[in-house]
T-cell receptor, first 122, second 111 residues
Framework: GAVVSQHPSWVICKSGTSVKIECRSLDFQATTMFWYRQFPKQSLMLMAT?????????EQGVEKDKFLINHASLTLSTLTVTSAHPEDSSFYICSARDFPRPSGDATNEKLFFGSGTQLSVL | DAKTTQPPSMDCAEGRAANLPCNHS???????VYWYRQIHSQGPQYIIHGLKNNETNEMASLIITEDRKSSTLILPHATLRDTAVYYCIVRALSGTYKYIFGTGTRLKVLA
């Protein structure tokens, strides 16, 4: 299957600092990427949908000024947690939509996930 | 909100088939059923998806009922490495393209 690389895999930072997480689709172009967060023993919660070349769409309750998303190319999306606080500590996971080309047949579309980033804010 | 209901946990003996049910009674005609699994502290892994016909690949089989209101993921010969949380997701292939995860089933394969 397609490969999505997420970096860093873990990060520890001080309260008030900003942290950037990168998500790359290595062997396919992803016009759409999704960002999730996950708390221990809970399911994945969708934070935002990132579309290449346009502004991200945030889910209700997710602060867009807190979680800045940039999707400047077809293979890279970044999530920046600004002025991080301990309550932002979580497992963040990116995913990229592999939309089959050139057929454009969406019936075989799949979503591939990065390995996740564990953020700990002290 | 997630459109699926799954049992919170299941056990399965190693080497036996694991049958994981999913209820999606409000599924629409243009919505597919996707299955993913997440092994501890990793990103989810794609398993299989289908619309209305049964599907099989190298990992699993997907059985969808005729009315499409429920489905079952079958791991034919479960191994210890299949211990994971399994998520059933319903999504359309048009519109917002969102993948919304429910609570999933925590499958434990026992030696």
């Amino acid at each position: 299957g397609a490969v999505v690389s997420q970096h860093p895999s873990w990060v520890i930072c001080k309260s008030g600092t900003s942290v950037k997480i990168e998500c790359r689709s290595l062997d396919f172009q992803a016009t759409t990427m999704f960002w999730y967060r996950q708390f221990p023993k809970q399911s994945l919660m969708l934070m935002a949908t990132s579309n290449e070349g346009s502004k991200a769409t945030y889910e209700q309750g997710v602060e867009k000024d807190k979680f800045l998303i940039n999707h400047a190319s077809l293979t890279l999306s970044t999530l920046t947690v600004t002025s991080a606080h301990p309550e932002d500590s979580s497992f963040y996971i990116c995913s990229a939509r592999d939309f089959p080309r050139p057929s454009g047949d969406a019936t075989n579309e799949k979503l591939f996930f990065g390995s996740g980033t564990q953020l700990s804010v002290l | 909100d997630a459109k699926t209901t799954q049992p919170p946990s299941m056990d399965c003996a190693e080497g036996r088939a694991a049958n994981l049910p999913c209820n999606h009674s409000t599924i629409s005609g243009n919505e597919y059923v996707y299955w993913y699994r997440q092994i501890h502290s990793q990103g989810p892994q794609y398993i299989i998806h289908g619309l209305k016909n049964n599907e099989t690949n190298e990992m699993a089989s997907l059985i969808i009922t005729e009315d499409r209101k429920s489905s079952t993921l079958i791991l034919p010969h479960a191994t210890l490495r299949d211990t994971a949380v399994y998520y059933c997701i319903v999504r359309a292939l048009s519109g917002t393209y969102k993948y919304i995860f429910g609570t999933g089933t925590r499958l434990k394969v026992l030696a």
